[in-house]
């Protein structure tokens, strides 16, 4: 079981928006900052978001972060298929004094 | 340009030790706030943290796998080696080595990963 609780899936229509939740406590997304990363199949993961809600180079602002307390939320806008895929929050637990990822969300595009 | 790559065996058997090399370019570790770490992807499962070691050799475990796991880098070969001891048929997937930069707290590069499986 993932220290950060996100849904196992999500499934939108292609042009539409999703908001991927990323639930913890304290010790990691309450009081350090939240990254997000995209798993594709046979693929490193792919940095998203660092810092709740600043996006690498390379990333389109269609994808966005945010943070409030001990949950963050991951919203990407004008769905595409290529969007599908999994995604991963992770944070550092000051508690564990340990980088934690959520479990991961199965996105689909329908 | 920052590059990491993962090697090792792709086979073990059970109890046996597991190493993995991460060797990397385009970036120091010797740099103030500089940090790599390992990740690892069971199939079809999610990512997990293993471990971390930054510029000041000062190293982090996940609480889970520390009495197994150990750190290390060769600063002079630009390498960080994981060891993982007792390996066991759970212990199979991908791991990836990854750096964290200076004063971040996030995974910026990756290596494309290491497929282990552990069976006899």
């Known amino acids: 079981q993932s220290v950060l609780t996100q849904p196992p899936s999500l499934s939108a229509a292609p042009g539409q928006k999703v908001t991927i939740s990323c639930s913890g406590r304290n010790s990691n997304i309450g009081n350090n900052h939240v990254s997000w990363y995209q798993g594709l199949p046979g693929t490193a993961p792919k940095l998203l978001i660092y810092d709740n809600s600043n996006r690498p180079s390379g990333i389109p602002d269609r994808i966005s972060g945010s943070k409030s307390g001990t949950s963050a939320t991951l919203d990407i806008t004008g769905l595409q298929t290529g969007d599908e895929g999994d995604y991963y929050c992770a944070a550092w637990d000051s508690s564990l004094t340990g980088v934690v990822f959520g479990g991961g969300t199965k996105l689909t595009v329908l | 340009q920052v590059t990491l790559r993962e090697s090792g065996p792709a086979l073990v058997k059970p109890t046996q030790t597991l190493t993995l090399t991460c060797s990397f370019s385009?970036?120091?570790?010797?740099?103030?706030?500089?940090?790599v770490g390992w990740v690892r992807q069971p199939p079809g499962k999610a990512l997990e943290w293993l471990a971390l070691?930054?510029?000041?050799?000062?190293?982090y475990y996940s609480t889970s796998l520390k009495t197994r796991l150990t750190i290390s880098k060769d600063p002079s070969k630009d390498q960080v080696v994981l060891t993982m001891t007792n390996m066991g048929p759970v212990d199979t997937g991908t791991y990836y080595c990854?750096?964290?930069?200076?004063?971040?707290?996030?995974?910026?590069?990756w290596g494309q990963g290491t497929l282990v499986t552990v069976s006899s």
């Open positions: 990854a750096r964290i930069p200076s004063a971040g707290n996030f995974f910026d590069y």
């Open positions: 070691i930054d510029w000041e050799d000062d190293t």
């Open positions: 385009g970036f120091s570790l010797s740099n103030v706030g500089m940090c």
